[in-house]
């Protein structure tokens, strides 16, 4: 009995013990698909231990996921948010567009002239059924992963092109960070074609709100929370700081609360975007932070899936990241003898995260010993002081203490390469080991959507279809940043901006505007237009 006791705190509860959803036919189909970045199993294991009891992620592990690209084993996060979300492979920095190169055992070629061409995400497509949609990221909502299931575009760091995209979207629910690159400015990620999104929402008619209280208090049903210019903090620093920031199991319940009331269904993404950033910076209370994090948000869609009975909620990290074991070089020879409370008891000395503790730290470094009791690191030696006084890099330098003094290890301050675990629940749900790609194709089928024909609707090949209609195209960049498709014949003009989903068409002198069913896609060599954009030639 003492045995299995164990062996379901370890997260292996008997598969019979679960309550699975029924398979309700006539209802509508929902997908909640979730995505913790950059989390090994060690993070799991780890926060699980931290915790002192299961998981809710340990009542659905059903099974794992195979992460490489279209060209290496160890991917970075925008081939891996686009195979999940298209059900293709692709390359290092590209989110949604095919891949050029393709060298990896097992994935098919793609054919030259496809290289970067626009495939069609199971968000569009649920999108197109008349599902309310919505995407939500504790990072900045452009980040690779949520924008993977949101845009189109050859690089992750086209912070312009993807938020302007999300904005034309019209997603029902958006929340997370980001604001900058949403309005004109200075900062890294502001806006250079001097658009304010901002506006763009309120025309939308989506509630814009920035803080917590504003996130609960609303009513709308279409809602875009901008809560940070950039990146949401981690959850350990939000609640020592009392920040007007939302966890990211409210902002998962709100999204549930507010897609659900729609009578065709809903698709919602969601993302733990820090553990991924952490376990770069080799921060394990950090990792801890957003593993706890993430999981509360599980448990949020698992009440909403089996209550439904009609939605399928999959959990997954897009890849590995460092390596992170229990258990380092302090540990090779008397493993044995070394308690739980070793590695956990040192961890819970800290109240922030090493971004959040150093963010108290004064300039003259005066404060140095209470920040560096923030991060667990008490009782400090004359000799460490001096040296993180002086030291020249000071967070890895704090990071790799707290790690030895938890027998913490980290193989890497990069992505790595293995399989990661498959949770999953409800009808249709994934199981055994598949490759990311699949998850992409589970939940299009579960929800009725046929994600060829999605993308053959929202992406075509603007030059060839118009040139093969009689009309003169070309692309205008007046504006460098803002170039315009522009098709024309006898006295027929009709303009495509990138990235929205409107067209302008001029006929007789007179212009008016037309909706698209999808964004127009520019890959810095073609246009790619909703098919919808071709009929207004008729």
């Not at 009782?379 to 001096?386: D, V």
Request: charged share 25%.
């Amino acid at each position: 009995m003492a045995a299995a006791v164990a062996f379901s705190f370890l997260g292996f509860a008997e598969y019979n013990s679960l309550t699975e959803a029924k398979d309700k036919k006539n209802e509508p189909t929902n997908v909640i698909m979730m995505v913790m970045d950059g989390t090994s199993a060690g993070a799991t294991t780890l926060a699980r231990w931290y915790k002192g009891e299961n998981l809710a992620l340990d009542e659905i592990v059903i099974g794992g996921v195979r992460t490489h690209s279209a060209e290496s084993a160890i991917t970075d996060s925008a081939p891996a948010a686009t195979a999940l979300a298209t059900g293709h492979k692709s390359n290092d920095k590209i989110v949604g567009l095919l891949p050029e190169v393709v060298n990896t055992s097992g994935v098919a070629a793609v054919n030259p002239e496809d290289a970067y061409k626009p495939v069609a995400n199971v968000l569009e497509g649920a999108k197109l059924l008349g599902k309310s949609t919505g995407i939500i990221s504790t990072s900045e909502i452009q980040h690779a992963t949520p924008a993977g299931f949101s845009s189109h575009t050859a690089h992750r760091s086209n912070y312009q092109d993807i938020a302007e995209q999300q904005v034309y979207q019209e997603m029902d629910v958006v929340l997370g960070g980001g604001k900058e690159s949403l309005l004109p400015g200075t900062t890294k990620n502001s806006r250079v074609d001097n658009e304010d999104l901002t506006k763009v929402l309120d025309e939308k008619g989506y509630n814009f709100v920035e803080t917590r209280e504003e996130l609960l208090k609303t009513k709308s049903d279409k809602i875009w929370g901008a809560f940070a210019p950039s990146a949401l903090a981690y959850d350990f620093d939000r609640k020592a700081t009392s920040n007007s920031e939302p966890s990211l199991a409210e902002m998962t319940k709100k999204a549930i609360d507010t897609l659900s009331k729609d009578k065709d269904g809903f698709f919602l993404f969601i993302e733990g975007s820090k553990v991924d950033w952490a376990a770069h910076a080799n921060d394990t209370i950090g990792i801890i932070s957003d593993v706890l994090a993430f999981d509360d948000a599980v448990n949020e869609a698992l009440k909403f899936a089996k209550k439904d009975g009609n939605t399928m909620v999959i959990a997954v990290s897009d890849h590995g990241n460092s390596g992170i074991t229990m258990g380092n070089v302090n540990t090779n020879s008397n493993y044995p003898e070394i308690s739980v409370s070793a590695y956990v008891d040192p961890l819970k000395k800290a109240s922030m995260t090493i971004e959040g503790a150093l963010k108290q730290l004064k300039a003259d470094r005066s404060n140095m010993k209470e920040v560096a009791e923030l991060y667990g690191l008490d009782n400090l030696t004359a000799t460490e002081m001096e040296a993180l006084k002086t030291s020249k890099s000071l967070q890895a330098d704090m990071t790799k203490m707290l790690a030895n003094r938890a027998n913490i290890g980290f193989t890497t301050g990069g992505h790595t390469g293995e399989d990661v675990f498959l949770y999953a629940y409800g009808p249709s749900k994934p199981y055994g080991l598949v490759d990311n790609t699949d998850i992409a194709k589970t939940m299009a089928k579960f929800l009725g959507v046929n994600l060829n024909k999605t993308t053959d609707k929202l992406f075509v090949n603007a030059r060839e279809s118009f040139e093969k209609k009689g009309y003169k195209t070309r692309i205008d960049v007046t504006d460098e940043v803002n170039p315009v498709f522009i098709a024309e014949k006898q006295k027929i003009k009709i303009e495509l901006p990138v990235n929205k989903n409107v067209a302008y068409v001029t006929k007789n002198k007179k212009t008016y505007t037309k909706k698209l069913d999808g964004v127009t896609v520019y890959n810095s060599k073609d246009f790619y237009v909703s098919e919808a954009a071709l009929n207004l030639s008729k």
